[in-house]
C-alpha cells in the first residue's frame, strides 16, 4: 500500500514540486496551503506523514504539530519541519521531545527530501 504524505507549504510551487516529485516516487500526495487548511486536511484523511511549512499565514507549522501532538487521533503522525529560518533551536527542542522526527533546511534538494521521508518509513 502506498504511503500518504500530507505536504502543508504556502508556497504554491514548492509544493507542485514536492507533490511531484513524491508522486514519481511512489507516494500518495495531499496538498494544504496553511495551517488552518492542513488540520481541516488531517481530519478527513490521515496521512502517514506530513511535510510540514514553519513559517505560514494563517496558523504556523509549531502551532499546527502542537494540535497534531495534543489529538489522540493525530499524536502519532510523524512530522518533518520544513525551514527557512536559520534559528533552529526551536526545531532542534521538538526534536529532542519527539515531537517531529526530522527538518529540512529550505533551500533543499529532492533527494533530501526523499532521504528524510524515507528515513521516516524504514
Known sequence: MNKKI????DEKDIVDIMSM????EG???SCAYDGLDALEKV???KPD????????????GFTVNQKLKENPETKDIPVI???GKNDLR???EAIKKDSIKSYIKKPFSMT???EKTRSIFF
Open 81 to 83: 519541519v520544513v525551514t
Open 43 to 45: 481530519k478527513c484523511n
Open 27 to 29: 507516494y500518495y500526495t
Open 6 to 9: 500530507l505536504i502543508v507549504d
Open 90 to 92: 526551536k526545531i532542534e
Open 112 to 114: 533530501e527530501l526523499l
Open 21 to 24: 516529485f513524491l508522486n514519481a
Open 49 to 60: 506523514l506530513i511535510v510540514l511549512d514553519v513559517m505560514m499565514p494563517r496558523m504556523d
